[in-house]
């Protein structure tokens, strides 16, 4: 199935370029059926937290919402769930012999018409996310094979890519600062109890310049106050900034950015910067701002000099890597 499994990354690679975040898993489970027959899948994502399923968001493949609900009151005596915890990367098919033993995972699988399943565990190293992504088919249906077993476990780490690839770059062009150089700014997905479910390499490297002990998978408590919580659209520590610039599927979508010049600006001083930076002349700022002409050109002096720059052309070039 080597060749399958070829052209199946590449359409999958292809389409996380075109499809939006809101349509993509459900396209990722037909592109996949196609080449490996399924009547349903699920796709976990979450953090284990003491006791409680490490289930923070979740896509459900031909599955109704009421599945997940009920598989929470009985995810600890899934055999299946043991088996890839135990078996990390490794897929593991099962069939309705290997649940015999277990009556109320026996009653949850045959109310829902599950019967041949496969799932995969993938551990993030960074930030410690778990996802598990199942394939099933329905009772009396002919089990997995060892070659499909072999193909999902070959394929479940390019899902996740993908998948990671589909929100990054859509994230990125949603951001209406997405014009920053890539080397200055980072972005990453949180869903609202802070945890970080995609991010670039870098954000987790700029976190750590302002919080050298963190480690993920959880951001630290004042970002979720102020930026999750809807507090307020940005956070300035002492050598990062960082911005909610929207959504993406009812999770939250942040930037960050290394401190500059520009936020020792005081708000009015920034004010009148983005203000002369969009060809406004000092009258113009003065009326707008309510103050006078003589106080404006006082601003833009300490502007400059707390920028290091001597005209707008400069001062442009500064708000474009910030703003």
Not at 46 to 70: A, C
Not at 144 to 155: G, H, P, T, Y
Request: glycine share 6%.
């Amino acid at each position: 199935m080597s060749e399958d499994l070829s052209r199946l990354l590449l359409e999958l690679y292809r389409g996380s370029r075109r499809i939006e975040p809101e349509l993509f898993q459900e396209w990722m489970f037909e592109t996949v059926n196609k080449v490996l027959p399924i009547d349903g899948g699920s796709w976990i994502a979450g953090v284990q937290m003491g006791e409680f399923p490490p289930l923070h968001s979740y896509y459900l493949y031909r599955l109704p919402e009421q599945m997940i609900r009920d598989y929470v009151e009985i995810w600890y005596q899934d055999p299946l769930r043991a088996a890839i915890e135990e078996n990390l990367g490794e897929t593991i098919s099962f069939t309705e012999r290997n649940y015999r033993d277990c009556r109320d995972v026996v009653e949850f699988m045959e109310h829902f018409a599950i019967g041949p399943v496969m799932a995969t565990l993938i551990v993030d190293p960074i930030s410690r996310l778990r996802t598990v992504i199942c394939l099933n088919r329905k009772p009396g249906s002919a089990p997995f094979s060892k070659e499909e077993r072999l193909f999902k476990q070959c394929l479940t780490p390019h899902l996740i890519e993908v998948w990671t690839a589909n929100c990054l770059s859509f994230a990125l062009k949603r951001n209406e600062s997405s014009r920053h150089p890539a080397a200055a700014t980072a972005t990453a997905v949180v869903d609202e109890r802070a945890i970080l479910h995609v991010a670039e390499d870098y954000f987790s490297e700029l976190l750590r310049d302002e919080w050298p002990e963190w480690q993920g998978p959880r951001l630290p408590d004042v970002l979720r106050g102020q930026l999750i919580q809807g507090e307020s659209t940005s956070y300035v520590g002492q050598k990062v900034v960082l911005a909610r610039v929207g959504t993406i599927r009812g999770q939250t979508l942040l930037r960050v950015r290394r401190r500059s010049a520009y936020d020792r600006l005081g708000d009015r001083e920034q004010e009148i910067a983005r203000l002369v930076s969009e060809g406004m002349s000092q009258k113009e700022i003065a009326r707008q701002c309510g103050i006078s002409p003589a106080t404006v050109n006082n601003h833009i002096a300490n502007i400059y000099l707390k920028l290091g720059i001597s005209d707008k052309a400069q001062l442009a070039k500064v708000l474009a890597t910030i703003s």
